[in-house]
């Protein structure tokens, strides 16, 4: 019994000293000056700068105002491009848009993809297509088509709309 007790008061500080690393303290265990040597100076951090505790998952720092934001016409040429395959789900929060499997015209393998606009400019990089056959992956080379033409079709969608 006496080892019992010894192994859970053992178990038990290391807990609270755990704890007390996580607090705002700047020494290894949450302990110490909180200045370096030589430097008179103390350092608020900024709001972006504030270490992080296990405390913050119980407060509510995210702003209600804050959007996510994913290019207007690569998301609409994605749905133009690839309007041959049926739509499985569309989230323009996340920017990701599931195609289930269709036939493009003239061809005769049937594809599905995932559309992934990650980025509110029209750049390449705000763009990243997973495609698929019934056999697997689809080729890299049917990937970057399939990419360059949704990049195309937003280009000519936005000179359409004047804003170049």
């Known amino acids: 019994m006496r080892i019992f007790r010894s192994v859970a ?17 700047s020494g290894s265990l949450g302990f110490g000056g909180g200045q370096k040597q030589g430097n008179t100076a103390q350092h ?11 405390w913050d998952l119980f407060t509510n720092v995210d ?3 804050t959007t996510v934001e ?11 491009v690839l309007s041959f395959m049926p739509v499985q789900a569309a ?3 996340s920017g990701i848009i599931v195609f289930g ?17 990650r980025d509110p400019a029209l750049d390449a990089r705000s ?34 709309d004047g804003n170049l």
């Open 9 to 25: 008061f053992g178990i038990s500080l290391i807990g609270v000293l755990g704890l007390s690393a996580c607090g705002g303290g």
């Open 44 to 54: 608020t951090p900024k709001a972006e700068e504030r270490r992080e505790t296990i």
């Open 63 to 65: 702003d209600p105002n």
């Open 70 to 80: 994913v290019n207007r016409y690569i998301w609409n040429a994605s749905l133009d």
């Open 91 to 93: 989230d323009p929060f």
């Open 101 to 117: 499997f269709g036939r493009p015209p003239g061809g005769g393998t049937a594809y599905k993809a995932t559309v992934y606009v």
């Open 127 to 160: 763009l990243s297509v997973a495609l698929y056959t019934r056999s697997g992956p689809a080729s890299a080379e049917a990937v970057r088509k399939v990419e360059d033409a949704i990049l195309t079709r937003a280009r000519q969608l936005r000179i359409r």
